[in-house]
């Protein structure tokens, strides 16, 4: 079946630096991509979305970038910090699927003081 | 303001034996979806309630059930249980747009 996957299982980088995680999805007809952030012993944590119609989002120092040519989808945080350290997903949503999330497999943010 | 609570926290079972997992959305969502999460992958779609009636339902046996009762709780029930049922079990709620799902910290069940 189509899946959301991720390019990088763990990533490490040095605090105060800024962090770029990457996702590939395949299902064309998501209608929204989120980020979560899932640290150890907590469910996952909603980060940003992104419609499917828009190609860029801006939270408090998280970006989130979606370029559909290439099905790829990317997370940036600036100035990484200690409490960035956690396992990043990435999700899509589609209508015709009951609005039910699929995952991709994680990436680990290690930040390195 | 709680977010969404869920019981028991850990949990050692035996193959084949049964369990029943709980959760307790925020107050005033009324869909709640649960998910597996096996260690080092991504959570995956399980079972989704919406005003006590399933409105999805992923690829998973029928060994999995589950229910939503009046005040928007939710039980989880898997039977026979198999050592590859190990995992971390989120429920997740939300309020009425397709967004906004809140999850809860999960119930760590092992099977021996």
């Known amino acids: 079946g189509e899946s959301v996957g991720l390019h990088l299982p763990t990533l490490s980088v040095q605090e105060g630096d800024n962090s770029i995680i990457n996702c590939a999805y395949s299902?064309?007809?998501?209608?929204?991509f989120i980020w979560y952030k899932q640290e150890s012993g907590k469910g996952p944590q909603f980060i940003i979305d992104i419609r499917s119609n828009m190609d860029k989002r801006q939270g408090q120092r998280v970006t989130v970038l979606l370029n559909k040519t290439v099905k790829h989808l990317s997370l940036q945080i600036a100035a990484t910090q200690p409490g960035d350290s956690a396992v990043y997903f990435c999700a899509e949503m589609g209508r015709n699927a009951g609005n039910m999330l699929t995952f991709g497999g994680g990436t680990r943010l290690m930040v390195k003081p | 303001d709680a977010g969404v609570t869920q019981s028991p926290t850990h949990l050692i079972k035996t193959r084949g034996q049964q369990v029943t997992l709980r959760c307790s959305p925020i107050s005033g969502h009324k869909s709640v979806s649960w998910y597996q999460q096996v260690l080092g992958q991504g959570p995956q779609f399980i079972f989704q309630y919406y005003e006590k009636e399933e409105r999805g339902r992923g690829n998973f046996p029928d060994r999995f059930s589950a229910r939503q009762f009046p005040n928007y709780s939710s039980e989880l029930n898997v039977n026979a249980l198999l050592l590859g049922d190990s995992a971390l079990y989120l429920c997740?709620?939300?309020?009425?747009?397709?967004?906004?799902?809140?999850f809860g910290s999960g119930t760590r069940l092992t099977v021996v």
């Open positions: 997740a709620s939300r309020l009425d747009s397709p967004l906004g799902y809140t």
């Open positions: 299902n064309s007809a998501s209608d929204y």
